[in-house]
Nanobody, 123 residues
């Protein structure tokens, strides 16, 4: 049974930082591209960042480029999202997801999803 478990969310002031983690089990982690998505209240779930199986390729939404960094540790079956210079508009539930085909920005590409972790950025 595949499980993706996010952690690291919380309440932070604007300009602050958080690091999200997503621990994977039940799959061969090193064979999966990983992504982070987020969903704000009343909005659709949107792409944030993605990383290839080796970690050599990454992709980011324009809204987070230069502020967020995705990384992975295949030995620990974990993907991370370092979030710096946080803004109130970053407030959302953050989800990690896994897919085997290619690094992608589209939700439908992803086969497995976590339950999410809440991030709240106060102004």
């Amino acid at each position: 049974q595949v499980q993706l478990v996010e952690s690291g969310g919380g309440l932070v002031q604007a300009g602050g930082s958080l690091r999200l983690s997503c621990a994977a089990s039940g799959l061969t982690f090193r064979r999966y591209c990983m992504g982070w998505f987020r969903q704000a209240p009343g909005k659709e779930r949107e792409f944030v960042a993605a990383i290839s199986v080796s970690g050599g390729n990454t992709d980011y939404a324009d809204s987070v480029k230069g502020r967020f960094t995705i990384s992975r540790d295949n030995a620990k079956n974990t993907v991370y999202l370092q979030m710096n210079s946080l803004k109130p508009e970053d407030t959302a539930i953050y989800y990690c997801a896994a897919e085997q085909r290619q690094i992608g920005t589209t939700r439908s590409l992803y086969d497995y999803w976590g339950q999410g972790t809440q991030v709240v950025v106060s102004s």
